[in-house]
């Protein structure tokens, strides 16, 4: 039997900065992530924003606390986790989050900020490979909130 597949590869702007504890003796972070789409309706753009709720543990929850921020574009790749709980009226409640394997910081806010790349593809205990490139061209934070 063939294994399923979940994977999930999203551009956009994170819409706060990460949101940092830790879980026994590991780090995790939690963020959204604005995803922008445009269309055409009768000759009118039309703009479509989404919002993704994200977490990503381990050396890379702390590598995003240090470089990642509001405003920040960032591509992630990782899987959809669904959590489900009983709420205080008994009725199931569930939520659904991108659970970040491996991200990239695209741009920053200033001249001054370069992109870093992190990837997790590893084990969340080894310490993830870190790239700095050329900042990429990047869409004002205006645009997108």
């Known amino acids: 039997m063939a294994?399923?597949?979940?994977?999930?590869?999203?551009?956009?702007?994170?819409?706060?900065d990460p949101e940092f504890k830790t879980v026994g003796q590991t780090s995790l972070?939690?963020?959204?992530?604005?995803?922008?789409r445009s269309y055409m309706d009768n000759g009118t753009r039309k703009d479509i924003v989404n919002y993704f709720e994200c977490?990503?543990?381990?050396?890379?929850?702390?590598?995003?606390?240090?470089y990642g921020g509001k405003g920040k574009q960032i591509?992630?790749?990782?899987?959809?986790?669904?959590?489900?709980?009983?709420?205080?009226?008994?009725?199931?409640?569930?939520?659904?989050?991108?659970?970040v394997e491996n991200f990239q910081l695209l741009g920053g806010k200033?001249?001054?900020d370069s992109s870093a790349s992190h990837d997790s593809s590893h084990s969340q205990t080894s310490t993830p490979t870190s790239h700095f490139a050329q900042d990429i061209e990047e869409i004002p934070a205006d645009d997108i909130f």
């Open 29 to 36: 972070a939690n963020f959204s992530v604005a995803n922008n």
């Open 3 to 16: 294994n399923d597949l979940n994977s999930v590869i999203l551009i956009g702007r994170m819409t706060r």
């Open 75 to 99: 591509m992630v790749e990782g899987r959809l986790e669904q959590s489900t709980w009983d709420g205080p009226d008994g009725k199931k409640l569930s939520k659904v989050r991108i659970r």
């Open 55 to 66: 977490s990503v543990w381990g050396k890379l929850a702390e590598i995003l606390k240090q």
């Open 110 to 112: 200033s001249n001054s």
